[in-house]
């Protein structure tokens, strides 16, 4: 199935999109490239998450009047590391190299000059498959760390990618 940019929409994350978060951060395939282990720390995890729609500050990507993925600006609360954000984005595992990660990407990064932001920062295990995505969008690796994260008995470096926001 080809999902082309005409097809979905992008939104404003609403609070009702935890579900389908909680879902997508609890599936095996997915856990294993966030940094929560177990299906609780997963659940906690999209609760702080989705805690950010409440500032305008995460996108959903609807196909079908379903969500098939959410972007996400993890906002600063301190004024001297308010230019900077975290950014999380996660992808219904269905939708996956559809070009609906490149979407909320690119719609992110356009919408983070809202924030008065100078830069995004985004976290990645080895192997992820949104490696060659952030590559390709212009993403820089700042820095990596062997060995930072146990999964499945296999230890797996961090990687730490970084993009300037246009202004």
């Known amino acids: 199935m080809i999902v082309a940019e005409t097809t979905y929409d992008i939104r404003f994350t609403g609070p009702d999109d935890i579900r389908v978060l909680r ?5 095996e395939r997915m856990m294993q490239w966030y940094p929560p282990s177990t ?9 702080n998450w989705i805690g950010f729609a409440k500032y305008r500050a995460s996108l959903t990507a609807i196909f079908e009047d379903h969500p098939v993925g959410i972007a996400t600006l993890f906002l600063m609360p301190y004024k ?5 954000s975290m950014l999380y984005l996660i992808v219904d595992p269905k939708y996956q190299r559809k070009g609906v990660g490149s979407s909320l ?6 919408y983070a000059k809202k924030f008065k932001l100078e830069s995004v ?16 969008s212009g ?8 060995n930072y994260i146990e999964f499945g008995g296999e230890l797996k470096a961090r990687f730490v990618f970084e993009k300037a926001v246009e202004v």
């Open 121 to 136: 920062h985004l976290e990645a295990y080895e192997g992820s498959p949104i490696i060659p995505l952030l590559m390709k």
């Open 80 to 84: 001297k590391v308010s230019h900077i």
């Open 23 to 27: 879902e997508w951060l609890s599936d």
């Open 139 to 146: 993403f820089y690796e700042m820095f990596s760390q062997k």
């Open 39 to 47: 299906k609780d720390e997963a659940l906690a995890m999209a609760k």
């Open 105 to 110: 990407l690119k719609n992110i990064m356009h």
